[in-house]
């Protein structure tokens, strides 16, 4: 089973404020990446990274920032959060010599983000 | 990226056997077939993946046409534990300079009734 956890699991803060969601892995996989998920609706990449130091936005624009300085670790940051912030935050991570076809990705459990 | 079409929603009762058609009329030559599982408040956990032809696991079977613009996803003898969003993706094996993205679309929702 695979090791990927993101925190906090759940989060309700005011407008304005900066957050930080974390998502660390213990697999050592260099690729890692963030969607976002509202209720009922497809995940859309906002982030990915092919390793530490890369970093690189996904198909949905996103006003969060991500960081990989380390390869199991791969935050995301809102500089000031917005209600239309509001939404489930899933990270991923991958890896190309797994025994499957092609790069089966790992989520972790995800962050519920509640913006007032 | 290819994209994918499956029905937005399925209903079952337990024992039954389900099967989740999805059409992929773009898939390109080098994308391989993946279907993931989601339940509410967790992220997507694999199912199974296939190229062409059947492929069976302890979970599910692949059922791959030869022309590949179909896939269906067959889960024998469901039970309440099986509700949940089923999704089908098509990506390529993301070896290289490739990310192997993959486009999770809404999914289907089944949903096993007792």
């Known amino acids: 089973e695979a090791d990927i956890y993101q925190t906090p699991r759940y989060l309700v803060i005011g407008t304005g404020k900066k957050i930080t969601l974390e998502c660390s892995q213990t697999m050592g996989h260099d690729k890692m990446y963030w969607y976002q998920q509202d209720p009922g609706m497809e995940l859309h990449l906002i982030h990915y990274s092919y390793g530490v130091n890369s970093t690189e936005k996904g198909d949905l624009s996103s006003e969060s920032t991500v960081s990989r300085i380390r390869t199991e670790h791969f935050p995301l940051t809102l500089e000031s959060a917005r209600p239309s912030h509001t939404s489930q935050y899933l990270c991923?991570?991958?890896?190309?010599?797994?025994?499957?076809?092609?790069?089966?990705?790992?989520f972790g459990p995800g962050t519920r983000l509640t913006v007032l | 990226l290819a994209k994918t079409t499956q029905p937005i929603s399925m209903d079952s009762y337990e024992g039954q056997e389900v099967n989740i058609t999805c059409s992929h009329n773009n898939i390109a030559t080098n994308d391989y077939i993946t279907w993931y599982q989601q339940f509410p408040s967790q992220g997507p956990r694999f199912i199974i993946q296939?190229?062409?032809t059947k492929v069976t696991n302890e979970v599910a079977s692949l059922f791959i046409p030869a022309d590949r613009k179909s896939s269906t996803l067959s889960l024998p003898r469901v039970s309440l534990s099986d509700t949940a969003v089923y999704y089908c993706l098509v990506g390529d094996d993301g070896r290289g300079s490739t990310l192997g993205r993959l486009y999770f679309g809404r999914g289907t929702q089944l949903t096993v009734w007792p």
């Open positions: 296939g190229y062409k």
């Open positions: 991923a991570s991958s890896d190309p010599s797994g025994e499957y076809l092609t790069d089966t990705q790992y």
